[in-house]
């Protein structure tokens, strides 16, 4: 977990983050608003739906005496799981888990240092809006002691990009948002196609954020592709998994040896929530992690088999990482209830987010469904026409 901490940013100042009160590493102790300095009180991870303290992972973020109404204040306290210390990053906003209407707040908007944090309502407001930062390495598919990282320890202007021994220093470790890969050793920096050029055998290196297409990549299914060009991906020169070993772009060409990154931001765990009625969630019946067993609603409880990962692509099982959501037998039609199977990477298993709404990616006008549109504990998840009504509505 060492990888993923980062700040809890407020989007509406954002060098305010959240912070232990006092730098008191104890149960108790208030969670309040500061001045960023990078501190491990000000580092945090999110578990599934807990976010840990880097100061002591074994104490997490809690709501006092776990009363679930407006003005209570936020504090660290031992790991246990239950309701006040489960959280749902959603539009922005950090949603206590068991009540989706409220959230993490700034008292009345006040973003100044020692600021108690409180949950209140939801109100959209930017006193509720924040950014989690984690910073992660991007290993090699083909080894995974091999990280992307800025030669020499540079982080200018023009450094190249390279493969290294991972060492967890700030040039090893990135921020992905989906388009965008900053690095920690400069967060104003990106990696960058040289010269602009978005074209074979050019190399990769830091630049300033500008935005254009060629700063932008496109994560999928382990390969990063260029967003300009997605016939072009990430690549390891030569093939070498070596230190050292230049960082550029090539053909696009499935070789998971040259050109397969874990994804930075994978592997984080959320329900998939109903947004009509926020306490079901997608469930693998009866917890049987095994091939065929059917996807439910059901009331959240926070357990593996409640929790997702969405890569743009597949929808894996935290129960069963290798698992993913799956149309059973490949039949694209209406009315075909869904499972959980290995991944196999068949256009059974691969969806696209659409608004509030996951769609076949090979035949859209199908849309994950509630069946019959009720919400109640063991109704079964089927394919439908797509409608963007209600039953195919989810938060995640």
Not at 32 to 40: A, K, M, P, Y
Not at 309 to 330: C, E, M, Q, R, T
Request: include cysteine; charge should be negative; glycine fraction near 14%.
């Amino acid at each position: 977990m060492a990888d993923c901490y980062g700040p809890i940013r407020c989007v509406g100042s954002p060098n305010k983050v959240l912070d232990i009160a006092g730098g008191v590493i104890e149960e108790g102790t208030k969670v309040i608003l500061w001045d960023f300095h990078g501190g491990d009180g000000q580092m945090w991870a999110l578990d599934g739906n807990v976010f840990r303290s880097k100061a002591n992972p074994d104490l997490v973020l809690d709501i006092s005496g776990g009363e679930m109404e407006n003005g209570t204040k936020l504090q660290i306290w031992g790991h246990h799981g239950g309701d006040p210390q489960q959280f749902t990053l959603e539009d922005g906003m950090v949603k206590c888990s068991a009540n989706m209407g409220l959230a993490v707040d700034v008292p009345d908007g006040n973003f100044d240092n020692e600021a108690e944090m409180q949950i209140w309502e939801v109100n959209g407001t930017i006193a509720q809006k924040f950014k989690f930062d984690a910073w992660k390495p991007i290993r090699c598919a083909a080894n995974a002691n091999l990280v992307l990282d800025c030669a020499g320890g540079e982080s200018e202007n023009g450094t190249n990009i390279i493969l290294w021994e991972y060492n967890g220093g700030d040039g090893q470790l990135w921020n992905y948002d989906g388009a965008f890969i900053r690095c920690k050793a400069n967060p104003t920096r990106v990696i960058d196609m040289a010269g602009g050029e978005i074209a074979q055998e050019t190399n990769l290196h830091l630049w300033d954020f500008h935005g254009g297409e060629c700063q932008q990549f496109r994560m999928d299914d382990g390969f990063f592709y260029c967003t300009a060009n997605g016939g072009l991906a990430m690549d390891i020169e030569g093939g070498a998994l070596e230190n050292g070993t230049n960082i550029w772009i090539w053909e696009a060409n499935g070789n998971r040896d040259s050109q397969g990154f874990q994804n930075p931001a994978e592997r984080e765990w959320h329900p998939i929530r109903l947004r009509e009625a926020g306490n079901m969630c997608l469930d693998i019946a009866g917890n049987v992690i095994e091939e065929g067993t059917k996807v439910i609603l059901y009331e959240y409880r926070g357990t593996d088999n409640q929790l997702w990962h969405f890569d743009g692509s597949s929808i894996y099982s935290k129960a069963n990482p290798d698992f993913v959501l799956d149309i059973p037998g490949g039949n694209l039609e209406q009315e075909n209830t869904l499972q959980i199977w290995s991944y196999n990477g068949s256009e059974a298993q691969v969806f696209d987010r659409d608004g509030d709404c996951f769609r076949v990616r090979a035949n859209p006008g199908l849309a994950v469904d509630i069946k019959g549109g009720e919400f109640e504990n063991e109704t079964e998840v089927w394919l439908w026409e797509h409608h963007g009504e209600g039953p195919q509505q989810f938060m995640f």
